[in-house]
């Protein structure tokens, strides 16, 4: 079975989207799927050959993000399923979208999306001089008549199935998260990060890791180590990874007097700096009342990391066990209170740290990636039927 995934973003890109499409290249070759990808240029060598790049240019106020040639973005679709694809599978819902779209229709295959993104919850964020009730609607819209155009819709959990559900989504929706590759997530070096960046060994650190946005909620993180260093003055939350927010963010660390407390270190390698961050840091903390899934809860949670995290949209589905996590009242002194807690037992993050382990376990990139294989091979019999 040959499948073309078809994104607006890639690597070098750094987010949940990027991580899904790598992710599931590696785990449905297993399955007998190979997955070809076309995604935007970034000016970077790229030493994929499953990989298509296209000529983009940088979006205005935002250069971390492509917009992608049109014309050529369909030619690259076009050619990529006439050399042999069974199916279509749209990863964002921008110029991918409708390229991909259009040319399964035109060639008669299937498409299907994974909607990664509750843009509803995300515009507040970008567009906030434009009134939030219009904003809401066109959102609901613009997702709705995405979703009804497609043979089958992926949501990574419940809370997203209800909500497209409640836009008005008719067809036919599978949940599906993205799985980890547990292999990648066993040992990291924590003195070896604490020494490069100058962390003594017995300092009680939080960690953040993911884009640096303002969707994230990372402000009220912020708040949550003013508060903690109160009981602990040597307390620290540092904050991995890029975006738009950073400038802001060190803005507002500096205003309440918090550099000794909180440090950023900007985007960390995935082969090895990652690993040694997350098994430096003592608990991961989380607070983004937007994600979908929030797979990087569960890349901590693999490297033996107790969470402490807000469970909100699609992080409910993995905070819901209580297995190796716990979630505080969504407040920055309730938080801060958990946290801290947390960090003044050892013996309950140790346990902790064992249960996270057990419970990432079932979250694997194999076992989720023969269920994908399963939903193409199921789309592609009900398109030929």
């Known amino acids: ?9 890639y690597f070098p890109r750094i987010n949940g989207v990027s991580t899904a499409i790598q992710t599931y290249h590696h785990a449905l070759a297993a399955c007998g799927v190979e997955v070809r990808v076309i995604a935007p240029d970034y000016g970077a060598p790229c030493d994929s050959d499953w990989v298509v790049r296209v000529p983009s240019r940088a ?49 008669k295959i299937p498409v299907i999306a994974t909607y990664h993104t509750l843009f509803e919850d995300y515009l507040q964020y970008y567009a906030p ?8 609607g066109m959102a609901r819209r613009f997702s709705r008549a995405q979703c009804n155009a ?28 993205t799985g980890i590759p547990l292999a990648n997530f066993r040992h990291g070096e924590r003195e070896r990060f604490r020494a490069d960046h100058g962390i003594a060994s017995e300092r009680p ?43 802001s963010l060190k803005q507002r660390v500096e205003e309440q007097g918090l550099a000794h407390n909180v440090m950023f270190v900007g985007y960390l390698d995935r082969a090895r700096e990652l690993l040694d961050c997350y098994a430096a840091a003592d608990v991961f903390v ?14 901590a949670m693999a490297m033996g990391l107790p969470v402490v995290a807000l469970a909100v949209m699609g992080t409910v589905d993995i905070l819901s066990s209580a297995r190796g996590a716990c979630v505080p009242e969504d407040a920055p002194g309730a938080f801060a209170d958990a ?16 249960q996270a382990r057990e419970y990432a376990a079932q979250w694997s990139d194999t076992a989720l990636a023969g269920r994908m294989a399963g939903l193409y091979q199921q789309v592609i019999a009900a398109k030929k039927g």
């Open 129 to 136: 001089f434009l009134p939030a009730s219009w904003m809401r």
């Open 339 to 354: 946290m801290t807690s947390l960090l003044n037992d050892p013996p309950r993050r140790m346990q902790m740290s064992q």
């Open 205 to 247: 650190m939080a960690l953040y890791v993911g884009r640096v946005a303002h969707e994230k909620n990372i402000t009220f993180l912020i708040d949550v180590a003013a508060r903690a260093r109160r009981e602990m003055p040597e307390f620290l939350l540092l904050v991995a990874g890029e975006g738009p927010a950073l400038s």
């Open 59 to 107: 979006v205005p106020r935002d250069p971390e993000d492509r917009l992608v040639n049109w014309r050529l973005m369909q030619a690259s679709v076009a050619e990529a399923v006439q050399q042999g694809c069974d199916l279509i599978h749209i990863q964002t819902p921008f110029v991918a979208h409708y390229t991909g779209h259009s040319v399964a229709r035109r060639l």
């Open 286 to 299: 989380f607070a983004s009342r937007t994600e979908t899934q929030g797979l990087v809860l569960l890349e």
């Open 1 to 9: 079975m040959r499948v073309l995934m078809v994104s607006d973003v």
């Open 150 to 177: 497609l043979d089958s819709v992926i949501v990574p959990s419940r809370a997203i199935h209800d909500r497209l559900a409640n836009y008005g989504v008719t067809t036919p929706m599978e949940i599906l998260p």
